[in-house]
């Protein structure tokens, strides 16, 4: 089969590295928390966060995940396209018109509205779904018992359902006030001493729940951020149970290298100023590759020193400045190891006032993703 070119940037100096041993080791390190029969769900929505799904998945898998959670059941149909047979729940929303594939390709769905029932001609094969309910994250999910009772009552009903899960979302888990937490995961025990039978997958954590939580953690957990070994917040990072490794590096090449006098000045507007003589280099990365334009200022690694991005972020380059000569072809770090430093996605985040799954998420189909196994 002759394989499609695609936009992503193989011949140009900027790649991302994924080390897929860090992946395995958060997963691995994470089952040792997780009593004996409790599922992981190795979260790979949005191209595994960035990371690249069929890779992560492929990854998660042979580290002992037992199924997947996506987004979109386009992110489910492609896993499945690829030869994964394990579970796989879509979290979001899904055309009604879609169930039948959904069903056909053996694809978990949330229900989560009434409306959901009106209407709907069900396929001939079973409608894997799992019920979510909104105990106070105020997104997808029934609000009420009553509410809860009647969806499964109608998935109880019809043979062509089977009831497979029930879940629900934290809002605050990766916070170190737990009262509304607390108020959530009571709202859930209640609802689940209702039912008269439980399904296969009852859950309720996602990372911050899986690592602070352990109390929530049902017969399954869904894990995303930690998989990918960043925190799930700043504010957590000092009280995690086990080391995350973060498994995302970011690299580009110095293109070229200049030395500008001072009253010099640098990119769009022409917003920076050499102050005195010094070197600069050019970047072949810019915001159509994930860099934000917020990330002026910040101090990416060359030789393992800072080096500054000085002006305006353009859309395929950006400009840093050097604190001495260097030969066109350095590997600069933007998120990653250079000699002792390094920089994470979550210091990314930080300086752009985000949180590190934007980061990682942002990071373009343009950027190619090389694996290190
Ligand atoms: C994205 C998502 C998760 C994973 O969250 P992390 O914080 O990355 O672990 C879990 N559950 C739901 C419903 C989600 O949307």
Redesign the pocket.
Same mark, same amino acid.
């Given at each position: 089969m002759s394989e499609l070119r695609t936009y992503t940037g193989v011949h140009r100096p900027t790649w991302i590295e994924v080390d897929l041993k860090a992946i395995q080791a958060n997963i691995q390190n994470e089952q040792q928390l997780l009593p004996e029969g409790t599922g992981i769900f190795a979260?790979v929505?949005?191209n595994a966060?960035g990371h690249g799904i069929l890779e992560v998945a492929k990854a998660a898998e042979q580290a002992g995940a037992t199924g997947f959670?996506v /987004?979109i059941l386009d992110e489910a149909l492609y896993l499945r396209e690829a030869g994964f047979t394990c579970p796989i729940l879509v979290?979001?929303a899904i055309f009604k018109e879609d169930v039948a594939l959904a069903a056909e390709q053996e694809i978990s769905i949330t229900v989560y509205n009434e409306e959901f029932f009106e209407g709907l001609s069900l396929p001939d094969k079973p409608l894997k779904v799992h019920v979510?309910v909104d105990t106070g $994250?105020g %997104?997808?999910g029934f609000q009420t018992e009553k509410e809860v009772l009647y969806a499964i009552e109608q998935i109880e009903a019809d043979p062509r359902f089977e009831f497979e899960g029930i879940?629900t979302?934290f809002a605050t888990?990766?916070q170190k006030e737990t009262s509304y937490f607390e108020t959530q995961l009571q709202k859930f025990r209640s609802i689940l001493l209702r039912l008269s039978r439980k399904p296969r997958y009852v859950h309720a /954590?996602?990372?911050?729940? /899986?690592l602070l939580h352990t109390q929530a953690d049902f017969n399954m957990i %869904?894990?995303?951020? /930690? $998989?990918?070994g960043l925190s799930?917040s700043v504010e957590i990072e000092d009280i995690l149970p086990y080391t995350l490794q973060p498994a995302l590096s970011l690299y580009t090449q110095i293109a070229q290298v200049k030395k500008l006098q001072s009253g010099d000045h640098v990119s769009y507007g022409a917003t920076y100023e050499a102050e005195q003589e010094e070197w600069v280099a050019t970047l072949p990365i810019g915001y159509a590759d994930g860099i934000l334009r917020r990330f002026s200022g910040y101090e990416v690694l060359v030789d393992g020193r800072p080096a500054e991005i000085i002006g305006r972020v353009c859309m395929d380059q950006i400009i840093i400045r050097l604190d001495r000569y260097y030969p066109v072809g350095t590997v600069v770090t933007i998120i990653g190891r250079s000699g002792r430093l390094k920089r994470t996605a979550t210091d990314a985040a930080e300086y752009l006032g985000t949180i590190n799954?934007e980061i990682t998420c942002a990071l373009s189909a343009r950027v190619p993703r090389k694996y290190m196994d």
């Open positions: 979260v929505k949005a966060y959670c /987004a979290l979001g979510k $994250m %997104r997808l879940y979302h888990a990766d /954590a996602n990372s911050a729940t /899986a %869904r894990l995303g951020i /930690a $998989m990918y799930p799954y």
